[in-house]
């Protein structure tokens, strides 16, 4: 799945990143805990959070998260997108909650990455 599939099934937008609309996605993970995030194996994965503060981009970048998706309709600040910018890590942002948006990502075949566990 692409980027600009996840942004189609999603109804969502793109706040940064269009021009990686086509890197492929292999796994997705919906945490507002950052620390959960941590616990999935690294795997060009998409998250969706409704989490807005820096340390979502920090945790982006060490987890080769290419995408993170804005549930509810939450927006990065300015800073979030310039430390996405240099990251290169595609911001989106849609209205649904992040149980639906999860709900039908996996309904089109993504699923979630493995457990280090």
């Known amino acids: 799945m692409t980027i600009k599939d996840i942004r189609d099934i999603l109804g969502a937008r793109f706040i940064y990143g269009e021009d990686h609309k086509d890197r492929e996605v292999h796994a997705a993970c919906g945490s507002d805990m950052m ?3 941590l616990a999935f194996v690294k795997d060009s994965a998409v998250l969706l959070t409704g989490l807005c503060n820096p340390q979502v981009i920090r945790t982006a970048e060490m987890m080769d998260i290419i995408c993170i998706v804005f549930v509810r309709g939450k927006m990065p600040d300015d800073n979030m ?6 990251k290169g890590i595609a911001l989106l942002s849609t209205g649904h909650r992040m149980f639906s948006a999860c709900g039908m990502l996996y309904e089109k075949g993504l699923r979630g990455g493995s457990p280090y566990r």
Do not use: F, G, L
């Open 35 to 37: 620390s959960d995030v």
């Open 81 to 86: 997108i310039e430390m996405a910018r240099e």
